[in-house]
């Protein structure tokens, strides 16, 4: 999610919890608004059950640092905000503190497409507590969401096994923001293109297409759609061959594939969309064999996931590329990562020493003495990490 795609980009700063905006109440009127913390934000259990998660969202943040501010408009709003027991939410002068705010914090962050572990720092903020705490909710939604789909976008390409997957998730994941996202997060962790086009103009990253049922629909035969479909597109021509029957669809590819080859053109590929995708595409495979169309590809789409791409390859189906959609950009096994954003150390000013904090829960895995004390640690993995 790019912070400027959908909304103003100052709209960051009310992207947040109400909570983060009354701590920060709390700690201006406390005397504390300068007062040194330091949060990191890590998950604690196993997504998708991997040993690992692929590291996301991360480029994003300066940007997030940047655009924390709030607008006249921003302000009225939480003016306006009623307490449950009557009066003002937020006072005036904290309000006034609010106008001319900006943040200077300084984040320590795993590089994106690196590998994270339960419980390791992903992201480490440090400055003013106050400021720190502003950025809690959008750090984790931002830095959640797209390691949980880089985690899960590594997995079907591992699955693939060296084939290209074009992530085909638009339409299915949660918003314009959700799929913007996906896209982003899906390249980041290996996908080879995207079916998003706005994705693909803001984040650079190839788009693919073919065409869906409905122009095949559109004409009186399939084979007419397919040859208006080569005669409209000669340098970008996948087939879809399921709309009716594969075994038919395929054979009218077969027909288009040698028009063009007689005008010095090449079929690209067919797409199969459901069905037996094994089963058709060894028979697909067979016939443009057969008929000394060795080059054109086999890709295959329809609810895949890395357990089905698996199966596919392990029953030696001849596919050549693969369409990744509804269950990568919802991540539709495990719809959270979990990450949480924990106060690890304090200090009263910069020329202070750090003081560890813990928190401790009757349920022992919220517990964070592990991170505590991470300061020092953070900023040694970090370094190795950047090291290598």
């Known amino acids: 999610m790019a912070l400027t795609d959908i909304s103003h980009p100052t709209d960051i700063a009310m992207l947040t919890d109400l909570y983060e905006l009354t701590m920060a109440q709390g700690l201006w009127e406390s005397g504390k608004a300068n007062e040194q913390g330091c949060f990191t934000a890590f998950y604690r259990d196993h997504p998708f059950g991997s040993a690992y998660a692929v590291m996301c969202g991360t480029a994003e943040l300066p940007e997030l640092v940047e655009n924390l501010r709030f607008t006249p408009e921003d302000i009225d709003y939480l003016a306006s905000l009623q307490a ?14 609010l106008r001319n705010f900006r943040a200077h914090v ?6 994106e497409g690196e590998l994270v572990f339960p419980r390791e720092p992903m992201v480490r903020v440090t400055g003013p507590a106050l400021e720190c705490q502003l950025l809690e909710t959008a750090l984790l939604n931002i830095v959640g969401f797209q390691t949980l789909v880089a985690t899960k976008t590594a997995r079907v390409v591992l699955a693939a096994d060296g084939r290209p997957v074009a992530e085909f998730g638009l339409r299915r994941a949660q918003g314009p923001d959700g799929g913007l996202a996906v896209a982003r997060a899906s390249y980041v962790a290996g996908c080879s293109s995207t079916s998003n086009v706005l994705a693909g103009r803001r984040y650079g990253i190839p788009v693919f297409g073919t065409h869906a049922h409905s122009w095949v629909m559109s004409f009186d035969s399939e084979l007419e759609a397919f040859r208006a479909f080569a005669k409209s597109s000669p340098k970008n021509c996948t087939l879809l061959i399921d709309t009716y029957d594969v075994r038919e669809g395929c054979e009218h590819a077969i027909t288009v594939a040698k028009e063009m080859e007689a005008v010095g053109e090449r079929l690209s590929a067919i797409r199969i969309d459901s069905g037996d995708l094994a089963k058709l595409s060894k028979y697909v495979r067979a016939r443009f064999d057969a008929e000394g169309l060795p080059y054109v590809g086999i890709s295959v789409s329809n609810d895949l996931d890395e357990y089905t791409i698996q199966s596919l390859l392990d029953q030696g189906a001849p596919i050549d590329s693969f369409g990744v959609g509804t269950k990568l950009a919802t991540c539709y096994d495990q719809p959270a990562l979990g990450g949480v954003y924990k106060l690890s150390a304090r200090r009263a000013s910069e020329a202070d020493p750090w003081t560890p904090v813990v928190k401790l829960s009757e349920q022992p895995y919220k517990r964070t003495i592990r991170v505590c004390n991470a300061c020092a ?3 040694t993995a970090l370094a190795a990490r950047s090291a290598t």
């Not at 003002?88 to 006034?96: H, T």
């Open 84 to 97: 449950p027991a009557g009066g003002s939410m937020f006072k005036p002068a904290f309000l006034d503190y």
């Open 106 to 111: 300084n984040i320590d962050a795993v590089p």
């Open 377 to 379: 640690v953070i900023t």
